[in-house]
């Protein structure tokens, strides 16, 4: 709520009519942040919400022309402080969320009550104390209803940060892929307080800040600029958003900022990231509307313990604000306005994509567990074709081969290439200190074996045969990160002297678009639409807005 008495009389002169917010309101607005709704512009498009950072002490922004403060949000009391361009946020009196870590058991179609009951009952049987819960959101718009929730049945709650070794244990006694749900127990609670000038403005929970002048973006100071997998903060930057900025409480306590941007906004900042923007105009639609498709498909599915709805690392989609836009991309976007991609028996495909296949797709199950995912399988990528499955016995072949791959001939001609086959060489001694720092005790290594290849011939597991012991990892990140970063696990090895070497294909996880690919389909002709029909089998676009 707006403790009015604490403003100052500058701002009471410019903002005359401020009404305290009930608390019940106040909550609700808060409680939104942490829900998996998905509200619309005036204009017809989904609002995201994406952090922008997270773990501050304070937070200062500012606007061209001011700021505007909204304790509730859109369609709250706005108060504009006077001069007020600038402004620093701090909580005070913040207590940490309580989040608890559940190992993901089983996950389930929202509709099969059925199926629920059973996998709770057997989950019981064991000595378990299942739960299920639900993920993903609803919306309809454009005379389609939209439903992407599913149940995930979860057994045996953690504190917070100790579900990945929990569910890692489990996974090996059960069989299943070791996943964690975050339960929100209890949100953080405290007071944000904004300063600009002689004006503090203080309210519980949440603030948000919008530029006075629709046409101007908002700043945020000192942005982590390294968003990456890696807890190293290797700078800063002042980063521009279009839309509203909120602050809010972190899950410590700390503070987290974040954009509320309209769709269209947040895919012209993405999309370039994605995608060369110099691709040709029809590899630039498939690669929007497999954004769009991707984005909409990720809401209520993750971050379910913090006040937006996307994160903004890689892990996430790469996002850092304004500015980031080209024209080419941001055209694709408008031209494919609220286009997405429905599977034929209803429903957003999960539409995944990656630099290059090399020449082969993957399975969605390959690489990530869980069920087949009838429009996520792996082909050939060719127009002539090619062998079913890359297996041990034809891999070598395959290396060889695949000249007519349709990511072997993208226009971006040198950069495709790079990626489409390659060879590194791994000296033994740091494969040794790689492999040491993880399985102590194998020592020296002495040989790699390739096991669990999928359908384009990318490796699941990895055998490491040490002088002292051996050790099996398992996963297409974790293997290319313990080999130093190797571009895919679609490769075969061989010792070299005082090195291995590593004869590869494809650059990511294969499965679903080749982003190289779309770029040699649009080079040859084919339009956006077949490019996304290659890609993704059982399908067809969907104007939703
Ligand atoms: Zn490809």
Redesign the pocket.
């Known amino acids: 709520m707006v403790r009015a008495g604490l403003l100052v009389l500058p701002l009471i002169a410019l903002a005359p009519a401020i009404a305290p917010a009930d608390e019940t309101s106040a909550t609700d607005k808060l409680r939104i942040l942490y829900s998996s709704r998905l509200t619309f512009t005036d204009g017809g498009l989904p609002l995201v919400t994406v952090q922008i950072m997270g773990r501050q002490r304070r937070v200062e922004l500012r606007a061209r022309g001011g700021v505007v403060v909204r304790p509730d949000g859109a369609g709250g009391s706005a108060i504009e402080a006077d001069g007020g361009e600038a402004w620093t946020i701090t909580a005070e009196e913040a207590r940490p969320a309580e989040i608890r870590d559940w190992t993901v058991v089983e996950t389930l179609a929202a509709g099969d009550a059925a199926g629920i009951a059973a996998a709770l009952a057997r989950w019981k049987a064991r000595g378990l104390e299942p739960r299920a819960f639900e993920l993903g959101t609803v919306f309809g718009t454009g005379g389609e209803v939209i439903d992407t929730r599913e149940v995930q049945i979860a057994i045996d709650p953690v504190p917070a940060g100790e579900g990945a070794a929990r569910a890692a244990e489990h996974a090996r006694r059960f069989g299943v892929p070791a996943q964690v749900h975050e339960e929100l127990v209890r949100r953080p609670t405290g007071t944000i307080v904004a300063r600009s000038g002689g004006t503090t403005i203080r309210n519980a929970g949440v603030l948000w800040f919008a530029p006075r002048r629709p046409s101007e973006t908002i700043t945020v100071a000192d942005v982590p600029t390294n968003t990456g997998g890696s807890q190293l903060v290797t700078g800063v930057e002042d980063r521009r958003y279009w839309g509203a900025v909120y602050v809010a409480l972190d899950r410590d306590g700390s503070l987290v900022a974040a954009n509320a941007v309209p769709e269209d906004k947040l895919l012209a900042g993405i999309v370039p990231a994605e995608m060369y923007p110099e691709a040709p105009a029809e590899a630039l639609a498939a690669q929007a509307i497999a954004a769009r498709t991707e984005l909409l498909q990720k809401i209520g599915r993750r971050n379910l313990a913090d006040p937006f709805l996307l994160c903004s690392t890689q892990q996430c989609q790469v996002y850092a604000g304004a500015g980031k836009e080209d024209p080419r991309t941001t055209r694709a976007i408008e031209q494919t306005r609220g286009i997405v991609l429905l599977r034929d028996g209803g429903g957003l495909v999960d539409a995944r994509y990656s630099a290059?296949?090399?020449?082969?797709?993957e399975d969605n199950d390959a690489l990530w567990g869980g069920a087949p995912d009838p429009s996520l399988r792996g082909r050939p990528?060719?127009p002539a074709g090619g062998p079913a499955r890359v297996t041990d016995a034809n891999v070598g072949a395959f290396l060889d081969s695949g000249g007519d791959?349709?990511?072997?001939r993208g226009p971006m001609d040198r950069m495709a290439k790079a990626h489409?086959r390659w060879t590194e060489r791994v000296p033994a001694d740091e494969l040794t200190a790689r492999v040491g720092a993880q399985y102590p005790g194998i020592g020296r290594v002495m040989a790699l074996v390739p096991r669990q290849r999928g359908a384009s011939g990318r490796v699941g597991a990895l055998a490491i045969q040490g002088e002292r012991g051996a050790a099996t990892v398992r996963g297409d990140l974790p293997i290319r990160r313990l080999l130093g970063g190797l571009r895919s696990t679609l490769f075969e090895v061989r010792r070299d002297g005082d090195a291995f070497v590593f004869r590869g294909a494809?650059f990511g996880h294969?499965v679903g678009m080749?982003?190289?690919?779309a770029m040699?389909m649009a080079g040859a002709g084919k339009t956006h639409a077949q490019i996304l029909a290659h890609y993704y089998r059982g399908t067809h676009l969907h104007r939703l807005y």
């Open positions: 290059s296949c090399g020449g082969h797709g990528d060719a791959a349709w990511c072997a489409f494809g294969g080749c982003q190289l690919g040699g």
